[in-house]
């Protein structure tokens, strides 16, 4: 009996390191790049100090192909489907899943007369934007997810705002843009993950983690969700100092256009239509309320340090101004119609919940301009506030 207790404690180990050795070559043989992991179910609860007119509970439900919206039967006959890709104004993290402008705009969508003048059955919009995410990283994403894809019908491109915050987050070097965000940091599941022999790191873990997803539909629970934005914004507030001079644009400008260029271009091989949505803000002057809200624009990252110099809000404008004008110009170039929202979205604190982050009723301000370009219709700005209001109440 002793001799077959050692056989197995010494077989155990063995067998275990066989099995992770497995898993890992596996994973990385049969993984392919996503955003956000396959069938995740996550409930959002964001801090309500940071958030008080938001929703106390958000549900961030993702597919089978990593984008945040519904599912999508393979070879689904006279389906229109929509990809949304770009930074956190096309997450929007802290809005719940029906308010989210994709979603809202797959509702629009599927409308019996807009679905028949698209020439479908169903128009399905599926959300791949994260937080954090500018030109350069969307890049890199655009050409890791979309040879997944067999053919789009259209892609929305909302993104630059990040070229500009990472840039003044490290000093606003006039000699070089900003880092990079590393790769594996912008995909939940990709061929190169990383595994340790520590318990956690394992692949073995990885799968159980996965097959948790997809079988038995795991709900994860974040609590007090961007509680960080408290002190950020109280950093802002209490700066030691502001700085009003332009720094001198031309390297963040020159890689914005660079990467944006090779994304669009990436998007117009993947998709019958592209429409580049200009991303807006909240425009100055401002009220004290509105001040503080805010937290961009600071020489260094205030989510994970202490920050006390930052640039004047006039200048960050003036820079995303500029970004956007370059977007404008490469959407031309490259004959992309491009929507310009900052003149639809001017109802303040109702249409922003932070400097350039929507509101439910932003969000569907938001859906309504793009659906409205999508069939080519030249509704008013009177129109589109009014069916965005409408939309969201």
């Known amino acids: ?82 990809l949304a890709v770009g930074g956190s104004a096309v997450e929007c ?6 308010l989210t402008w994709p979603e809202v705009l797959g509702q629009l969508l ?11 059955r169903r128009a399905h919009v599926g959300n791949v934007g994260h937080s954090g995410i500018g030109s350069p990283e969307l890049d890199i994403i655009l050409e890791r997810i979309l040879p997944r894809y067999a053919r789009l019908d259209a892609i929305i491109i909302m993104v630059g705002a990040s070229d500009v915050y990472h840039w003044l987050e490290e000093g606003a070097p006039p000699s070089r843009p ?64 502001v700085l009003t001079a332009m720094p001198d644009p031309t390297v963040v400008l020159n890689n914005f256009e660079h990467h944006f260029r090779r994304l669009v271009g990436r998007a117009k091989a993947h998709a019958d239509h592209v429409l580049v949505v200009r991303q807006p803000w909240l425009e100055g ?22 920050v006390t110099v930052y640039y004047d809000l006039e ?8 970004v956007q004008a370059r977007a404008a110009k490469v959407a031309d170039a490259l004959g992309v119609p ?17 400097h350039d982050h929507f509101t439910p009723v932003g969000a569907a301000v938001v859906a309504h301009a793009i659906a409205a370009a999508f069939l080519g219709r030249q509704e008013s700005a009177e129109e589109l506030l009014r069916e965005g209001a409408a939309s969201a109440s």
């Open 1 to 82: 009996m002793t001799f077959w207790v050692l056989v197995v404690a010494l077989a155990a180990p063995v067998l275990v390191c066989a099995a992770e050795v497995l898993c890992r070559w596996w994973i990385r043989g049969r993984s392919r790049y996503y955003v956000w992991p396959p069938q995740a179910r996550i409930e959002i609860r964001p801090d309500p100090v940071t958030f008080p007119g938001l929703q106390r509970r958000v549900r961030f439900h993702v597919n089978a192909d990593g984008e945040r919206g519904g599912a999508v039967a393979a070879g689904e006959h006279g389906l229109y489907r929509v």
């Open 93 to 98: 993290f802290a809005l719940d899943q029906p």
């Open 110 to 120: 599927n409308a019996p007369d807009r679905v028949h003048a698209l020439g479908a």
């Open 178 to 241: 900003s880092s990079a965000v590393p790769e594996e940091r912008l995909f939940s599941q990709h061929p190169q993950q990383r595994f340790g022999w520590r318990p956690g790191a394992w692949a073995l873990v990885e799968l159980a983690r996965r097959l948790r997803r997809t079988w038995f539909r795991h709900t994860e629970v974040k609590e007090r969700a961007g509680a960080w934005f408290v002190a950020a914004r109280r950093m802002r507030a209490e700066a030691n100092e």
């Open 285 to 306: 002057p401002y009220t004290a309320e509105e001040a503080a809200r805010f937290w961009h624009g600071g020489v260094g990252r205030p989510w994970k340090e202490t």
């Open 315 to 322: 200048i960050v404008n003036r820079l995303l101004a500029l």
């Open 338 to 354: 491009h929507l310009n929202l900052l003149p639809l979205l001017t109802q303040r604190s109702r249409h922003y919940y932070d």
